[in-house]
């Protein structure tokens, strides 16, 4: 079945330092890739979808310049926080479609900790 | 703007008993309905995706119905085992084309006890 990994799967920064996020799909290409953020108990909101080699939409409220997007190629997508904060302090999850059948997939997550 | 609600917020039963969990949406102009099952710490994992033409899906113990006119869906799981613990998640695709934004409830945390 349709993979995708995140990497990496935790991470602990000072604030003030940049933090990259990795998302592959494994065994397909997407054409699309989605960036979600989660609060504890609270449901996904979407930030962000990126189409490969344009740049990304952004959801209303969404900063681009401290979450920056880059979807370089049809199996790889990248979040950068920039110069992250506390509040920045979130459960990051990306998501993938496939061209085929249009459907969407999960990563597991990046627990991203700013101290 | 789409709203997705999910009721009970938690839910406790002990091993063996059949459930339901609720998902209600405000805009029943959608293109499919998904739910998800999600562990502590982790991604989330397709369990049924029910297209708006369809009534329900089943896998399993999981049936989930739609009724895209009065903006429901249930989720029926029956014989709960303490596996089935997890945060259960609705989610509704807008508009008429696969490409709409997929708008998620708040979940549904079950535990299921030996």
């Known amino acids: 079945g349709a993979v995708v990994s995140q990497h990496p799967s935790r991470v602990i920064c000072k604030s003030g330092t940049s933090v990259k996020i990795e998302c592959r799909s494994l065994?397909?290409?997407?054409?699309?890739m989605f960036w979600y953020r989660q609060f504890p108990k609270q449901s996904l909101m979407l930030m962000a979808t990126s189409n490969e080699g344009s740049k990304a939409t952004y959801e209303q409220g969404v900063e681009k310049d401290k979450f920056l997007i880059n979807h370089a190629s049809l199996t790889l997508s990248t979040l950068t926080v920039t110069s992250a904060h506390p509040e920045d302090s979130s459960f990051y999850i990306c998501?993938?479609?496939?061209?085929?059948?249009?459907?969407?997939?999960f990563g597991p997550g990046t627990r991203l900790t700013v101290l | 703007k789409q709203e997705v609600t999910q009721i009970p917020a938690a839910l406790s039963v002990p091993e063996g008993e059949n459930l339901v969990l609720n998902c209600s949406f405000t805009?029943?102009?959608?293109?499919?309905l998904q739910w998800f099952r999600q562990d502590p710490g982790k991604g989330l994992t397709s369990l049924l995706l029910i297209q708006s033409s369809q009534r329900e899906q089943t896998s399993g113990r999981l049936n989930a119905s739609l009724d895209k006119s009065s903006g429901r869906s249930t989720l029926y799981i029956a014989a709960s085992q303490p596996g089935d613990s997890a945060t259960y998640l609705c989610?509704?695709?807008?508009?008429?084309?696969?490409?709409?934004?997929?708008?998620f409830g708040q979940g549904t945390i079950l535990t299921v006890h030996p």
């Open positions: 998501s993938a479609r496939t061209f085929l059948t249009n459907e969407q997939f």
């Open positions: 805009d029943s102009a959608i293109y499919n």
């Open positions: 989610a509704v695709r807008a508009g008429g084309t696969s490409y709409g934004k997929l708008t």
């Open positions: 065994d397909f290409q997407a054409t699309t």
